[in-house]
C-alpha cells in the first residue's frame, strides 16, 4: 500500500518507484536527454515548417455528394471565393472606372481563376444602387488558399478605398488570413504561477510544475508540427493542444509534488520522498492519463476528419506531459530538493509554532458532510441539474462572419451584404443537379416559390454542361434555426417532389448545409463515442479499486458536470448572456469538452479515492478513511483545479469563438467538479454507500485481473 497520511513509505520500490530513483541518480542525464529532445524536436518543426489542412470531408452526405459532383464536372461552384463589397452612399455607377480597373489588378494575381464584376450583373448590386460585390472565384478550396495570396488580394481591393467608397472584404479564406492569436496563453502561465507561489510560498517550487509543463508541450507541438505533414491536422489543433497541455501538465506536475512535499513533512529524506511520491501519485497520474487518453481516442469512433486529428493530438500531448512528470520532474526534485526540502520544513515548524493544523478546515467540511450526507447530496445534484437544464436544446452550427469582431473586414462586409441583399445573402445554398434544360429551369422556378427562399439564380452549368448548380438565397440568416430547417425541407420534401416530376437527381450543397450536415453527424453518433468512453472508463476504474459502485458513481458524476458545463456553454453563446453575440455552438465542442473532460476528472476521481481506499485498508473504518481522504487531498484538488480553471479560463479572452468556448466549457466543468462533486458529493454518497462502495460480485472478483494502484510497503 502506498505510504498513508501519517508517515513515510519505506520498503521496496515498485516501477515508478524505480523510475523516480533512476531520475534522482541520472538527474544531469534526464534533464539533458529531455532539454536535447525539445530542441531537436523544435528545430525539426522549426526547419519543415507546419502542413496543417482541414478536412470537413463528410463522405456520405449531400452538401459532400455535391461538392464533388462540382469538382468532377469542373464546375466553378467547386473552389473557394471571395466577396469584395462596395459601398457608396451617392451610388456605385459614379465609382464604375475605380472598381473595374481595381478588379482587373485582381484577375492577374496568384491564385485567382475568375472575377465577376458588380456590373455584370443586375443582381449583384443593391435596389438603392448603392452596395454591390465582386466575386472573386478561387483555383483551390478557401482552406487550400496560400495566406500570402489572400493577403495579396486584400491589399489590392482595399487600395480602391477613398473618400466616398468603401471596400471590404468577405469569405471563409479571408476570415482564415484575418485570424488573430491572444495572449491567452501567457495570461494563463501568469495565473497559475501566482496559485503556485500563494500555495508553495515558494517561487522555486511554484516553478517546477510549470517548467515540466512547458517542456511538455513544447515537446508535443513539435511532434505535431511534423506530424502534419504526414496526417490530416487541423490548424485550430495548436492552440487547442496549449490549452490542454498547460492544464493538464501543471495538474499532474502539482499532484506529484504536493505528495512529495507531504512526504518532507512527515520525516521522508530527499530520495525517499521522491520515491514515494512517484509511487502514490505517480500511479494516480498513470491510471488517470490512461483515461483521458482513452476518452479521447475514443473520439475517432465519430469518424469526422478533422476532429480525428485533433483527438489523436490532443492525447499525444497528454502522454508526453504525463511522461514529463513520471521522469523529468523527479530529475528536478533531486537537482533542487534539498532547498526545497529547507524551505518545506521551515514553513512546517513556523506552522506548528503557531498552533495551525494542516487540512483541518477539510477534515472539518468532511466530518459537516457526513452528518447530513442526503440533504448535501440533494442540493448539489439539483443544483448541477439546473445547470444542466439548457444543454439538451443547444443547437450545433459553426460561427460565421456575423460574429467576428465588429472590426474586422469579414464582419463588415457581411454586414453590408445583409444590409443590401437581405440576412439570407451571407449564407446560400448550393443546389445541385443533373438533368436537362427543362429539369434546370423548373428547379429555379420551384426554389423561387418555396416558402424561406427570398431569391435564386438562374442557373449555372458546369464546364461539360452535365451539371448545373442553382443558388438559392433563405430569407434568415446562415445562424438561424429556420434556414437549418430549410435545408431539411428541401432535401426532404422539395426537391424528391421535384426529382420524380423531371426525373433529375438534385442535391443541396455549400458551406451553410455543409455546416448542418456536419452537425447532424456529431447528434448521431456522439451516442455511440460516449459509449465507448465511458464503458473503458468503467472498466479501468473497475481494475484499479476492484469495485462495482465506484465506477459506476464516477461515471454518472462525470456525465452530470458535463452536462452543466455544456449548459452554461448554451447560456452564454447561444443564448447571449453577458453580451456575448447569439449563435449556435460550435459543432464538435460537446465532444471534444465531453472526451477531455470526462479524462481529467478521473485524476481527482482517482485520487481522492484512492486515498480514502488507502485509508480505509489501514483502519477499516470507513468514515475515517472518507474524512480522512478528503482532508489529505481537498488542498492539492482545489489548488490543481483552480489552476486549471485560470489556464482554460483565459482562453475566454481569445478573439477566436471557439476557443472561448472551449475554454469556458473545460473552466467551468471543472471547477464543478472539483468543487462541488470531489468535496461533497463524493463524500456524501461514500458516506451512505459505507463498506457497500468496496463491493465487487464475485464472478467479476474471480475473472477481473488484479490492477492495484497502491503497493504494499513496509512502515
Given at each position: 500500500?502506498?505510504?498513508?497520511?501519517?508517515?513515510?513509505?519505506?520498503?521496496?520500490?515498485?516501477?515508478?518507484?524505480?523510475?523516480?530513483?533512476?531520475?534522482?541518480?541520472?538527474?544531469?542525464?534526464?534533464?539533458?536527454?529531455?532539454?536535447?529532445?525539445?530542441?531537436?524536436?523544435?528545430?525539426?518543426?522549426?526547419?519543415?515548417?507546419?502542413?496543417?489542412?482541414?478536412?470537413?470531408?463528410?463522405?456520405?452526405?449531400?452538401?459532400?455528394?455535391?461538392?464533388?459532383?462540382?469538382?468532377?464536372?469542373?464546375?466553378?461552384?467547386?473552389?473557394?471565393?471571395?466577396?469584395?463589397?462596395?459601398?457608396?452612399?451617392?451610388?456605385?455607377?459614379?465609382?464604375?472606372?475605380?472598381?473595374?480597373?481595381?478588379?482587373?489588378?485582381?484577375?492577374?494575381?496568384?491564385?485567382?481563376?475568375?472575377?465577376?464584376?458588380?456590373?455584370?450583373?443586375?443582381?449583384?448590386?443593391?435596389?438603392?444602387?448603392?452596395?454591390g460585390y465582386a466575386t472573386v472565384v478561387l483555383d483551390a478550396?478557401?482552406?487550400?488558399?496560400?495566406?500570402?495570396?489572400?493577403?495579396?488580394?486584400?491589399?489590392?481591393?482595399?487600395?480602391?478605398?477613398?473618400?466616398?467608397?468603401?471596400?471590404?472584404?468577405?469569405?471563409?479564406?479571408?476570415?482564415?488570413?484575418?485570424?488573430?492569436?491572444?495572449?491567452?496563453?501567457?495570461?494563463?502561465?501568469?495565473?497559475?504561477?501566482?496559485?503556485?507561489?500563494?500555495?508553495?510560498?515558494?517561487?522555486?517550487?511554484?516553478?517546477?510544475?510549470?517548467?515540466?509543463?512547458?517542456?511538455?508541450?513544447?515537446?508535443?507541438?513539435?511532434?505535431?508540427?511534423?506530424?502534419?505533414?504526414?496526417?490530416?491536422?487541423?490548424?485550430?489543433?495548436?492552440?487547442?493542444?496549449?490549452?490542454?497541455?498547460?492544464?493538464?501538465?501543471?495538474?499532474?506536475?502539482?499532484?506529484?509534488?504536493?505528495?512529495?512535499?507531504?512526504?518532507?513533512?512527515?520525516?521522508?529524506?530527499?530520495?525517499?520522498?521522491?520515491?514515494?511520491?512517484?509511487?502514490?501519485?505517480?500511479?494516480?497520474?498513470?491510471?488517470?492519463?490512461?483515461?483521458?487518453?482513452?476518452?479521447?481516442?475514443?473520439?475517432?469512433?465519430?469518424?469526422?476528419?478533422?476532429?480525428?486529428?485533433?483527438?489523436?493530438?490532443?492525447?499525444?500531448?497528454?502522454?508526453?506531459?504525463?511522461?514529463?512528470?513520471?521522469?523529468?520532474?523527479?530529475?528536478?526534485?533531486?537537482?533542487?530538493?534539498?532547498?526545497?526540502?529547507?524551505?518545506?520544513?521551515?514553513?512546517?515548524?513556523?506552522?506548528?509554532?503557531?498552533?495551525r493544523e494542516e487540512s483541518v478546515r477539510w477534515r472539518r467540511?468532511?466530518?459537516?458532510?457526513?452528518?447530513?450526507?442526503?440533504?448535501?447530496?440533494?442540493?448539489?445534484?439539483?443544483?448541477?441539474?439546473?445547470?444542466?437544464?439548457?444543454?439538451?436544446?443547444?443547437?450545433?452550427?459553426?460561427?460565421?462572419?456575423?460574429?467576428?469582431?465588429?472590426?474586422?473586414?469579414?464582419?463588415?462586409?457581411?454586414?453590408?451584404?445583409?444590409?443590401?441583399?437581405?440576412?439570407?445573402?451571407?449564407?446560400?445554398?448550393?443546389?445541385?443537379?443533373?438533368?436537362?434544360?427543362?429539369?434546370?429551369?423548373?428547379?429555379?422556378?420551384?426554389?423561387?416559390?418555396?416558402?424561406?427562399?427570398?431569391?435564386?439564380?438562374?442557373?449555372?452549368?458546369?464546364?461539360?454542361?452535365?451539371?448545373?448548380?442553382?443558388?438559392?438565397?433563405?430569407?434568415?440568416?446562415?445562424?438561424?434555426?429556420?434556414?437549418?430547417?430549410?435545408?431539411?425541407t428541401l432535401r426532404d420534401e422539395v426537391l424528391p417532389r421535384?426529382?420524380?416530376?423531371?426525373?433529375?437527381?438534385?442535391?443541396?450543397?455549400?458551406?451553410?448545409?455543409?455546416?448542418?450536415?456536419?452537425?447532424?453527424?456529431?447528434?448521431?453518433?456522439?451516442?455511440?463515442?460516449?459509449?465507448?468512453?465511458?464503458?473503458?472508463?468503467?472498466?479501468?476504474?473497475?481494475?484499479?479499486?476492484?469495485?462495482?459502485?465506484?465506477?459506476?458513481?464516477?461515471?454518472?458524476?462525470?456525465?452530470?458536470?458535463?452536462?452543466?458545463?455544456?449548459?452554461?456553454?448554451?447560456?452564454?453563446?447561444?443564448?447571449?448572456?453577458?453580451?456575448?453575440?447569439?449563435?449556435?455552438?460550435?459543432?464538435?465542442?460537446?465532444?471534444?469538452?465531453?472526451?477531455?473532460?470526462?479524462?481529467?476528472?478521473?485524476?481527482?476521481?482517482?485520487?481522492?479515492?484512492?486515498?480514502?481506499?488507502?485509508?480505509?485498508?489501514?483502519?477499516?473504518?470507513?468514515?475515517?478513511?472518507?474524512?480522512?481522504?478528503?482532508?489529505?487531498?481537498?488542498?492539492?484538488?482545489?489548488?490543481?483545479?483552480?489552476?486549471?480553471?485560470?489556464?482554460?479560463?483565459?482562453?475566454?479572452?481569445?478573439?477566436?469563438?471557439?476557443?472561448?468556448?472551449?475554454?469556458?466549457?473545460?473552466?467551468?466543468?471543472?471547477?464543478?467538479?472539483?468543487?462541488?462533486?470531489?468535496?461533497?458529493?463524493?463524500?456524501?454518497?461514500?458516506?451512505?454507500?459505507?463498506?457497500?462502495?468496496?463491493?465487487?460480485?464475485?464472478?467479476?472478483?474471480?475473472?477481473?485481473?488484479?490492477?492495484?494502484?497502491?503497493?504494499?510497503?513496509?512502515?
Amino acid at each position: 500500500m502506498i505510504a498513508a497520511a501519517n508517515g513515510p513509505t519505506t520498503g521496496r520500490a515498485g516501477v515508478f518507484g524505480h523510475l523516480a530513483l533512476w531520475s534522482q541518480r541520472h538527474r544531469w542525464s534526464a534533464l539533458l536527454l529531455w532539454i536535447l529532445a525539445v530542441a531537436v524536436i523544435a528545430v525539426s518543426a522549426q526547419s519543415a515548417g507546419s502542413a496543417y489542412r482541414n478536412d470537413f470531408t463528410l463522405p456520405g452526405t449531400d452538401s459532400q455528394a455535391a461538392a464533388d459532383l462540382l469538382k468532377r464536372h469542373g464546375s466553378a461552384q467547386a473552389g473557394g471565393s471571395v466577396q469584395i463589397v462596395f459601398q457608396d452612399t451617392d451610388g456605385l455607377s459614379g465609382e464604375r472606372p475605380a472598381i473595374v480597373r481595381t478588379l482587373d489588378r485582381i484577375r492577374d494575381l496568384p491564385g485567382v481563376a475568375g472575377v465577376r464584376s458588380p456590373y455584370a450583373d443586375a443582381s449583384a448590386v443593391s435596389e438603392d444602387g448603392t452596395i454591390g460585390y465582386a466575386t472573386v472565384v478561387l483555383d483551390a478550396k478557401a482552406e487550400d488558399m496560400p495566406e500570402g495570396d489572400i493577403a495579396r488580394i486584400v491589399d489590392t481591393a482595399k487600395s480602391a478605398a477613398r473618400d466616398g467608397l468603401v471596400v471590404e472584404l468577405g469569405g471563409d479564406a479571408v476570415r482564415g488570413a484575418e485570424e488573430e492569436s491572444g495572449g491567452a496563453e501567457g495570461a494563463g502561465m501568469l495565473a497559475a504561477l501566482v496559485i503556485l507561489v500563494l500555495l508553495f510560498g515558494s517561487v522555486l517550487a511554484a516553478a517546477l510544475p510549470l517548467v515540466t509543463a512547458l517542456f511538455a508541450v513544447g515537446g508535443a507541438i513539435g511532434l505535431i508540427t511534423l506530424a502534419s505533414h504526414v496526417f490530416t491536422v487541423a490548424d485550430f489543433t495548436p492552440p487547442i493542444m496549449m490549452l490542454v497541455g498547460l492544464g493538464v501538465g501543471v495538474d499532474y506536475a502539482l499532484l506529484i509534488f504536493y505528495r512529495f512535499r507531504h512526504e518532507l513533512t512527515h520525516g521522508a529524506d530527499r530520495q525517499s520522498a521522491a520515491r514515494a511520491a512517484l509511487e502514490a501519485a505517480g500511479r494516480t497520474v498513470f491510471f488517470a492519463g490512461c483515461t483521458v487518453i482513452i476518452a479521447l481516442l475514443g473520439l475517432v469512433a465519430l469518424g469526422l476528419g478533422s476532429l480525428q486529428g485533433v483527438a489523436v493530438a490532443v492525447a499525444l500531448t497528454v502522454l508526453v506531459t504525463m511522461a514529463a512528470s513520471l521522469t523529468l520532474l523527479p530529475a528536478l526534485l533531486a537537482l533542487f530538493g534539498d532547498r526545497i526540502r529547507r524551505h518545506v520544513l521551515t514553513r512546517s515548524a513556523k506552522a506548528q509554532a503557531k498552533g495551525r493544523e494542516e487540512s483541518v478546515r477539510w477534515r472539518r467540511l468532511a466530518s459537516a458532510v457526513q452528518r447530513r450526507p442526503l440533504p448535501v447530496l440533494l442540493a448539489a445534484v439539483v443544483a448541477l441539474l439546473a445547470l444542466s437544464a439548457p444543454a439538451p436544446g443547444m443547437r450545433l452550427g459553426f460561427a460565421d462572419a456575423g460574429n467576428d469582431p465588429a472590426s474586422s473586414t469579414s464582419r463588415r462586409a457581411y454586414d453590408l451584404l445583409a444590409k443590401g441583399f437581405g440576412a439570407g445573402f451571407n449564407g446560400p445554398l448550393l443546389v445541385v443537379g443533373r438533368g436537362d434544360t427543362d429539369a434546370a429551369e423548373q428547379l429555379r422556378a420551384t426554389l423561387t416559390g418555396t416558402e424561406g427562399i427570398a431569391a435564386a439564380t438562374p442557373p449555372l452549368p458546369s464546364t461539360d454542361g452535365t451539371v448545373f448548380t442553382v443558388i438559392a438565397f433563405p430569407t434568415t440568416s446562415p445562424q438561424d434555426a429556420s434556414t437549418a430547417g430549410l435545408v431539411h425541407t428541401l432535401r426532404d420534401e422539395v426537391l424528391p417532389r421535384l426529382g420524380r416530376r423531371t426525373g433529375a437527381d438534385y442535391l443541396v450543397g455549400g458551406p451553410t448545409a455543409a455546416a448542418q450536415d456536419f452537425a447532424d453527424s456529431v447528434s448521431v453518433r456522439i451516442p455511440l463515442f460516449v459509449a465507448i468512453v465511458v464503458g473503458l472508463s468503467t472498466l479501468l476504474l473497475m481494475l484499479v479499486f476492484r469495485s462495482l459502485l465506484i465506477p459506476l458513481k464516477a461515471a454518472l458524476l462525470n456525465l452530470l458536470s458535463i452536462a452543466a458545463a455544456l449548459g452554461v456553454i448554451t447560456l452564454v453563446f447561444q443564448h447571449g448572456w453577458f453580451g456575448v453575440q447569439p449563435g449556435p455552438v460550435e459543432a464538435f465542442i460537446p465532444a471534444m469538452i465531453f472526451a477531455i473532460v470526462f479524462g481529467l476528472s478521473m485524476d481527482y476521481e482517482v485520487f481522492l479515492i484512492s486515498r480514502i481506499h488507502e485509508e480505509w485498508q489501514g483502519t477499516q473504518d470507513h468514515s475515517l478513511a472518507v474524512r480522512e481522504g478528503l482532508a489529505a487531498t481537498g488542498k492539492v484538488i482545489t489548488a490543481a483545479a483552480a489552476i486549471m480553471i485560470v489556464v482554460f479560463a483565459a482562453f475566454v479572452l481569445s478573439p477566436n469563438r471557439m476557443l472561448q468556448q472551449f475554454g469556458l466549457g473545460l473552466a467551468v466543468a471543472i471547477f464543478l467538479d472539483a468543487v462541488v462533486i470531489r468535496c461533497l458529493i463524493v463524500p456524501a454518497v461514500m458516506q451512505l454507500l459505507g463498506t457497500h462502495a468496496w463491493w465487487l460480485p464475485p464472478p467479476l472478483a474471480r475473472h477481473l485481473p488484479k490492477v492495484a494502484l497502491e503497493r504494499p510497503v513496509d512502515r
